[in-house]
């Protein structure tokens, strides 16, 4: 057992080789040492997890089963409410609002599985970006290198496994924003199908694609999370009313009878080479010779930001027009242009959503499984504004959504997975498939990851 | 539709913005014109596009 490896450290407090006291403790100390340097917790809850740690120990002494999470320590980006903390979203406006009175749908799910809360993570101010450069609270450092960012928006969230913080922890991700830091940091992310999870407790951004997910270091951790905290939530209007399709069970079932292909066009240029490499080391290892063209993704992502910018904005209205110079200067002039669209462009920008649909839909007709790559560059520094790729100088952060924003545009479920190969900054592949088909992707990334194509990027 | 020049935008932003009662503080407005102006080239792009007859109401129980 490691401190990164979720189910075993519950195999070993459900079998009291270990208490979850002692678990919670030496997370603790590791977030002590390590989270000055990486500046990923925005907040340690340092006694609420010493006591739910030990209402673990106490249930498993009177032969109580606390959950399958018993006693694994996590952490949630600090846009999920945390019952008797307040809810930041990255922002120094939220500072001043109450601590939230009960826990996110899917914060408490994990709690009653046996799972131990110790802190919240840092992100982009109300998850508007692909850095999580926050200028209130200071960068999230990529642990692999720390003159280097996380991505985000969920940076903390990524950054606090691949740094050994903790073994998992949940993300949102609107157009990326769990994906593009997992790429980043080199570790395993989750964004379900769009209405699969509860968001109920979480702080919404571009309400049309708002996901919320988890983030691990393996892919039975990722699938172990994500298992619990399936289910309907009648307090989320979006989320479906689907029972529960454990993934955990399936992981051992093979991908032979799976039709997976790559993308190309889109998904095969303006990135630098090694994510292409990446995305070709997995097809090989699955056999993927087919490839598929999506069309029209520039016009995607065009619509998904005009839908973002517009959905966000009405969304922080009343600050705009009266504190906007609290919001960060990363997000301020973006919200307020956002604030400032018409509205036959946002509703043009629906339609043409229903459009890219539809092409999706005739897509996995023949495909179960897509690849493309995450992102089209390892982590970029800190600061860094422009980068040059294939020559062509573009801006950084906009940029490191290329790939990613097309496909939560529509709700697809997408795993990011990290690839295993010697270069020292981590690049992610991303395992797509129809909705509700997230089966399929635990099936592939758990072959990929017995095959030693892909692994988590833990720092030691 | 072309690119929006910028000095068209920046005209918007300075006569819809207090409309909306959503005062522009000075240090941002270049900021806010550029990225609308990002924001309405998307727009351009999404316009030049020929859409069928997607249907788009978001639905609505009653």
Redesign the interface.
Known sequence: MTASDALGVAAHVHARRVTARETAVQALARIRDRDPHLNCFSAVLEDEALRDATAVDAALAAGRDPGPLAGVPFAVKNLFDVRGLVTLAGSRINAGNTAAARDATVVARLRSAGAVLVGALNMDEYAFGFTTENSHYGPTRNPHDPSRVAGGSSGGSAAAVAGRLVPFTLGSDTNGSIRVPASLCGVYGLKPTYGRLSRAGAGLFGISFDHVGPLAASVRDLAAAYDVMQGPDPTDPVCAGRAVEPCLPVLDEGTNDLRIAVADGHFAARGEPEVFAAVESVAKALGAVRRVTIA?N??A???A??IT?SEGASLH?ED??TR??DFDPMT???F???????AA?Y?????????YRAQLREIFREVDVLLAPTTPFPAPRIGQDTITVCGVEVLTRPMLGLYTQPLSFIGLPVVSVPVAGPSPLPVGVQLVAAPWQEAALFRVAAALERDGVIAARIVP | MSAPELADVARYVDEVAPLLALPIPPECRGGVVRNLVALLTAGDLLGEFALGEEETAPVFEP
């Open positions: 029209e520039d016009r992502r065009a619509a930001t005009i910018a209205m705009l027009r906007p110079l301020r002039d973006r307020l242009a956002g604030a400032l669209l018409p462009l509703v043009r920008a629906q339609r043409f959503r229903s459009w």
